[in-house]
Nanobody, 118 residues
């Protein structure tokens, strides 16, 4: 299992920026990908961005492409999400997720609140 702890959420005005970080511990050698999901009130959790742990290949939801950047630091076992040009519709709880090679389930962090005011 991999333990994940997010940080960096908060309140920001529309057009502003925030940077989320996620620190991984435990069986980090088995990580295949790390990513971010979000869940707004009354909505299902949705994919935001993902990065492969070895090659650094990135994937983004269309709604954040060009505004958000995901990156990783393998030495520190961290993944970050730089969020720029934030919109009120980006308001949600953001969750860090890790997939592990050979595992049947994913690991999740506890979530961090991001609120964008108009």
């Amino acid at each position: 299992q991999v333990q994940l702890v997010e940080s960096g959420g908060g309140l920001v005005q529309a057009g502003g920026s925030l940077r989320l970080s996620c620190a991984a511990s435990g069986r980090t050698f088995s990580i295949g990908t790390m990513g971010w999901f979000r869940q707004a009130p009354g909505k299902e959790r949705e994919f935001v961005a993902r990065i492969t742990w070895t090659g650094g290949t990135t994937f983004y939801a269309d709604s954040v492409k060009g505004r958000f950047i995901i990156s990783r630091d393998n030495a520190k076992n961290t993944v970050s999400l730089q969020m720029n040009s934030l919109k009120p519709e980006d308001t949600a709880i953001y969750y860090c997720q890790a997939t592990r090679r050979g595992a049947s389930n994913d690991d999740w962090g506890q979530g961090t609140q991001v609120t964008v005011s108009s």
